[in-house]
């Protein structure tokens, strides 16, 4: 559904590490997060991490999403072509000398007002993101290197004066190189610079002021991975990254505030594999010695991972991990916003500590038969220092920002079942998040109690998949209106003229977070066919967002009472053709 951010085991949406060949992505969706700005096409692989990741990753708190795209053709030129009622998009690669590879890949927006009726309102947005790489292999001595850039962009221009203008870029370009530089030991190192860059342009709107944000970072990453006789392995490594930001917004005074930085992110990793027996350890320290030198930071700036695994019967393992991990940076947004539209990255302000979260994880994972597998967890964080708004804030002296804390815990489940006519998957997960301030605790907009997905995937011929996936979750927490009072805006109280002013209706607000939505779910249904006419390849395919249009609670307006639903029944079709 529309929603600009993703939020793993009770982090928010800005403690997800984003990475692809390396480079730090800071804007990982197009505008409302309907789509990411990433084509699946060229992704090779993908790694994801819930928690407890191992320590070549840090910056963040929650999450890392660490993707490697794929290198062009070296034995033929090749394209695909993919169109559907939301967007085109165009794919092509091969060879361009011996040992030398191009991949080119590039998407657009189509059909604007097909955005309209999907998002069920009048919202004017269009997109692009585009992607190249150039690989050359040297061989197994000489090893490979490449060079790729990435870039994306989105505006929502509305027609209407009153209504503010918004634009995003991204982009992003590395020069990567690997291989080894002795008999065991593989290096991969990598050079990057990326962007972001967002505005926001009221126009004639009265509530909206503007504001601009960016971020220009460049850095170099290196890992190293040392293979032994006894198959143990160990890597280490380094990253330092130079990030400027900047953060310039308009109050409603017509005050300018402008906020500017430049830190050094830097750090360096060790890390350890074994498997003496049933037992297999992965354990490592992130040192992140930039916190050290611009925070005068203690103890924190060592940072522990460890990763166990026993082996207990049969194909049957328990799992532990925890880790500690600190973040920098964060996004200025409203959290009682429905949905965050423009968010401005800033450095944590000197006064407070850097947020930091210790994470505990236990599993159970294996199959009960050879084709249903099973994979429980259990996670607790701690969140020892976090970056709030200050509630109480009264007059300009206040701080904007106080330290909080906070924890999030839960147990996740996963179940497989794989068959050659029927894949199935189901999980489930119950959590709790709360956050404190000032010694007042609630749950954040975020905090969902249950959460259960279903996926079906048929195979009732060749070539034809059937998939239905249903999703079911309580309700998010929201602040109810309790009434309305008229505030007197008393203008000019010298010359009168406020006799008999009614004032402007303003909400008189209950507890924070203390009720809750109505439940969401929703089923979708897709059902594809692939056809082969030599030398092209393709697939035609149908989709249902939706199918039995449930009116899922978006938000009220608190102003005019009004239910905006999230997206509602809308069926689509897709072709790809390639070659």
Not at 14 to 20: A, R, T
Not at 489 to 518: M, Q, S
Request: aromatic share 14%; net charge neutral; with cysteine.
């Amino acid at each position: 559904d529309v929603n600009t951010q993703f939020y793993v085991r009770g982090g928010a949406g800005d403690q997800n590490l984003i990475l692809l060949d390396g480079m730090r992505i800071y804007n990982p969706y197009h505008a409302f997060g309907i789509f990411s700005i990433f084509d699946s096409d060229i992704i090779k692989t993908t790694e994801v991490y819930t928690g407890a990741f191992p320590p070549e990753f840090g910056g963040r708190l929650s999450s890392v999403v660490n993707m490697t795209t794929k290198d062009g053709k070296t034995n033929g030129v090749g394209g695909r072509a993919n169109i559907n009622f939301l967007s085109a998009k165009l794919q092509a690669e091969g060879p361009a000398a011996d040992n030398l590879s191009w991949l080119v890949s590039g998407r657009k927006s189509l059909f604007s007002e097909t955005f309209s009726k999907f998002l069920n309102k009048d919202l004017p947005l269009s997109f692009y993101d585009a992607f190249v790489k150039i690989t050359f292999l040297a061989g197994e001595s000489q090893g490979k290197y490449s060079v790729q850039s990435f870039f994306s962009g989105d505006n929502l221009q509305s027609t209407n004066p009153n209504e503010p203008d918004y634009s995003w870029r991204t982009g992003a370009t590395g020069f990567v190189a690997s291989g080894l530089i002795q008999d065991r030991v593989y290096v991969t190192a990598v050079g990057f610079e990326n962007s972001f860059v967002a505005d926001r342009d009221p126009k004639l709107s009265k509530s909206v002021t503007p504001a601009s944000t960016s971020i220009r970072e460049t850095g170099v990453r290196a890992n190293a991975t040392i293979y032994t006789d006894t198959r143990d392995l160990f890597f280490f490594g380094f990253e330092f990254s130079f990030p400027n930001l900047d953060y310039t917004v308009v109050n409603n005074y017509g005050v300018t505030t402008v906020l500017k930085s430049s830190l050094v992110n830097a750090a360096s990793w060790l890390r350890y594999q074994t498997a003496p027996s049933r037992l297999q350890a992965d354990v490592g320290l992130f040192f992140d010695f930039g916190s050290l030198m611009a925070r005068e930071g203690g103890i924190e700036t060592l940072q522990p991972r460890i990763n166990l695994s026993y082996g207990l019967f049969d194909n049957w393992k328990a799992k532990f991990s925890c880790g500690r991990f600190t973040q920098n940076i964060i996004t200025v947004n409203n959290e009682d916003d429905v949905i965050s539209i423009f968010d401005a990255w800033i450095q944590v302000p000197e006064e407070l500590k850097a947020e930091r979260s210790d994470h505990f994880v236990f599993g159970l994972e294996g199959n009960v038969l050879p084709s249903l597998s099973t994979n429980f967890q259990a996670y607790y964080k701690q969140y020892g220092s976090l970056v709030m708004y200050n509630r109480d804030k009264v007059d300009a002296l206040d701080p904007d920002y106080i330290g909080g804390t906070g924890r999030a815990y839960g147990v996740e489940a996963l179940i497989r079942y794989a068959s050659e006519i029927v894949d199935i998957y189901a999980a489930y997960t119950v959590g709790w998040t709360s956050v404190t301030a000032n010694g007042f605790t609630y749950y954040p907009r975020y905090d969902r109690r249950h959460n259960l997905n279903l996926l079906t995937v048929l195979h009732p011929g060749q070539g034809i998949d059937v998939t239905l996936r249903w999703e079911l979750g309580s309700g998010f927490p929201f602040t109810e209106s309790l009434g309305y009072y008229d505030r007197l805006g008393l203008k000019d109280i010298f010359r009168g003229g406020y006799v008999g002013e009614t004032g402007r209706p303003y909400a008189i607000l209950g507890d924070k977070n203390a009720a809750r939505l109505p439940a969401y779910h929703r089923l979708d249904a897709s059902a594809t066919y692939r056809f082969a006419i030599r030398p092209i390849t393709g697939s035609l395919g149908v989709h249902v967002v939706n199918v039995y249009n449930r009116k899922n609670i978006f938000y009220f307006d608190r102003k005019t009472g009004q239910q905006t639903t999230m997206l509602p029944f809308f069926p689509t079709a897709t072709m790809t053709v390639e070659f």
